[in-house]
């Protein structure tokens, strides 16, 4: 309750999964039924956001897309913590050639801004919604090992690592028994804003075509299909859009939260 | 400072050859022949076995590498799938608009995050200030495309329905005139300025809390001066190096926005050249825009190492 903010953000993350979650339950209409002789309605008391360019309702497609928008959030934040949160701890701990090597490697992934690198990729691999989220993962596997190697390098010189090494432990004891626990906190902080950041990416990459299949209701694709209409019936396109955005805002501010909590160093 | 700027050059060598292998490396993920991938899916089988050829894709990889590096350093980066013209010249011929767009956009948003984040500063915990961050968080999680796709409506169906105006207000596609300008240079313009805002507020913030600071009041100076004279000259600092960097980040943003406004860019050509499965093209311009990113920060680095000499001494 001292960070109202927080509170407001952990709302609207808990109501987005709540979303996605039991969309199936909770549409009130089929999201992928198409009815032409709906097409483009403006919100009405039976469709309360509306209809698509093909009748759809947007209501039911915004609750399905949330559970993807979800799944791509998760399943992109697993991938670079697992890649990156390694290369981290084995840069941070080990030293030497392996962090020389592991850095430059973070700094020329780095190199490209920002979306720019999942683009790339993208555009190479085929478009699909598996190649997207890889994509979007790889972007955040520079993240994640930077701050994880930067967590390592403080905890590392830490007097209980020392007593730790001098009482016989291993390298792979304390990374595991010392190390990871510590470099928790960061990660959690992190994964909750790189899941905003996620989001943000997977609904660009939709705009431009380059993710989730043309019918499937991911909020990206929502919105280069209504960007066709824009004048005729804009509503297509602005509420896909709010919803990115406070889902957006929600895990953001949820993750400022969380790092004001967990790990006051990290402000 | 000499050595400083040769140490942070050494260190961008290495990053500008990794990013250079990535970009030539990127084109063997195209599912199936990379001679087809280039030559493109309707070319003849001598032009594919000339490209092959040409591309030395039966050489080792680091051979194919060094001799890309080669042509590409020499401004041969082949030649496109679609239009047939070298990649260089539709480069040369898209990059300044991007520039001027992305320009304008880092004005743009210098002029008022920063106002804005000053003024918040002064008034910390206040309506204006509570106001205007969240308009700034609103603004870091609002999609680029997204806000573009509001001004159309906003400029181009709202204002002329609401003032009866016969067509839009301002145009929502294309280039020519100072009013293709503002469009897209405010949603391009609007995530950069809620990042600065929120930044210089921070920075403001710091400094103000400062001893000079407190000396200065109880010296009796007037508030105007304690805020510009000493507390905004010592947070420019930071603030200068986040504009800086906000440039190399708003000419990869500008894929998103020339997009939406069909801006004739570097970015429309990339977007282009995806949906044509262009790939010499794909790989000229993300190789361009991420040399350009890499030496703007770079640039940025070396003028923070001459304005804040505690950096190069560290």
Redesign the interface.
């Known amino acids: 309750m001292r960070n109202p903010m927080a509170i407001i953000g952990l709302g609207i993350v808990l109501l987005f999964i709540f979303a996605g979650l039991t969309a199936d339950w909770i549409s009130p209409h089929d999201y992928d039924k198409a009815d032409f002789t709906m097409a483009r309605q403006v919100p009405s008391s039976t469709h309360w956001l509306g209809n698509d360019e093909i009748g759809r309702d947007l209501f039911s497609r915004l609750l399905h897309g949330a559970r993807i928008s979800l799944g791509i959030g998760l399943i992109s934040v697993g991938i670079g913590v697992s890649v990156g949160a390694v290369m981290g701890i084995v840069s941070g701990y080990f030293g030497g050639a392996a962090d020389l090597i592991i850095m430059r490697l973070v700094d020329i992934m780095l190199a490209f801004p920002s979306i720019l690198l999942a683009i790339m990729m993208v555009a190479f691999l085929g478009p699909s919604l598996q190649n997207a989220m890889i994509a979007i993962g790889v972007l955040s596997i520079p993240v994640y090992a930077r701050l994880v190697r930067s967590s390592t390098l403080s905890y590392k010189e830490e007097v209980f690592i020392e007593a730790s090494r001098a009482l016989g432990s291993n390298d792979f004891f304390i990374l595991l028994r010392h190390i990871v626990p510590n470099v928790f906190a960061p990660i959690i902080v992190q994964s909750t804003l790189q899941v905003a950041a996620s989001i943000q990416a997977a609904a660009a990459l939709g705009f431009l075509g380059l993710g989730a299949p043309p019918d499937v209701p991911e909020w990206g694709n929502m919105l280069q299909k209504g960007r066709t209409y824009i004048f005729s019936a804009p509503h297509i396109v602005v509420f896909p859009g709010l919803a990115t955005m406070f889902v957006v805002l929600g895990f953001s501010l949820l993750g400022d939260g969380l790092r004001d909590a967990l790990d006051p160093r990290l402000k | 400072m000499t050595t400083y700027v040769l140490r942070r050059l050494f260190l961008a060598i290495?990053?500008?050859i990794?990013?250079s292998f990535?970009?030539f490396w990127?084109?063997r993920?195209?599912?199936g022949d990379p001679a087809i991938a280039i030559a493109g899916e309707l070319a003849t089988p001598e032009l594919i076995a000339k490209v092959r050829e040409d591309m030395g894709l039966d050489q080792p990889i680091l051979t194919q590498y060094s001799s890309y590096l080669w042509r590409t350093l020499q401004g041969d980066m082949g030649r496109s799938v679609r239009s047939g013209l070298p990649v260089s010249d539709e480069i040369t011929t898209r990059l300044p608009r991007t520039l001027q767009l992305a320009f304008t956009s880092l004005i743009l948003s210098a002029l008022i995050g920063i106002p804005i984040g000053v003024f918040s500063a002064t008034r910390p915990n206040s309506w204006f200030d509570g106001g205007t961050m969240t308009i700034a968080?609103?603004g870091?999680?609002?999609?680029?495309?997204?806000l573009g796709?509001?001004l159309?409506?906003l400029f181009?169906?709202l204002i002329p329905k609401w003032f009866g105006l016969p067509g839009p207000l301002l145009p929502p596609t294309g280039i020519g005139t100072w009013q293709h300008f503002v469009m897209p240079s405010v949603a391009l313009a609007a995530n950069s300025m809620a990042i600065q805002a929120r930044m210089t507020r921070a920075c403001m913030l710091e400094v103000l809390q400062q001893d000079y600071i407190r000396t200065a009041r109880a010296k009796g100076q007037v508030e105007w001066k304690v805020v510009y004279n000493h507390a905004l000259r010592n947070a420019l600092l930071p603030i200068v190096t986040i504009v800086g960097l906000q440039f190399?980040?708003l000419?990869?943003?500008a894929?998103?926005t020339e997009?939406?406004f069909a801006w004739p860019g570097i970015g429309r050509l990339?977007?282009d050249a995806?949906?044509y499965r262009d790939?010499p093209i794909?790989q000229g311009t993300?190789m361009v825009?991420?040399l350009g990113?890499?030496l703007t920060n770079l640039i940025v680095d070396i003028l923070y190492a001459y304005l804040n000499p505690r950096i190069r001494y560290n």
């Open positions: 290495p990053v500008l990794g990013v990535l970009v990127s084109i993920w195209v599912p968080l609103l870091v999680s609002m999609p680029i495309f997204w796709l509001m159309m409506i181009a169906v190399g980040t000419i990869g943003g894929v998103l997009t939406v990339l977007v995806i949906g790939y794909i993300v825009i991420t990113f890499v």
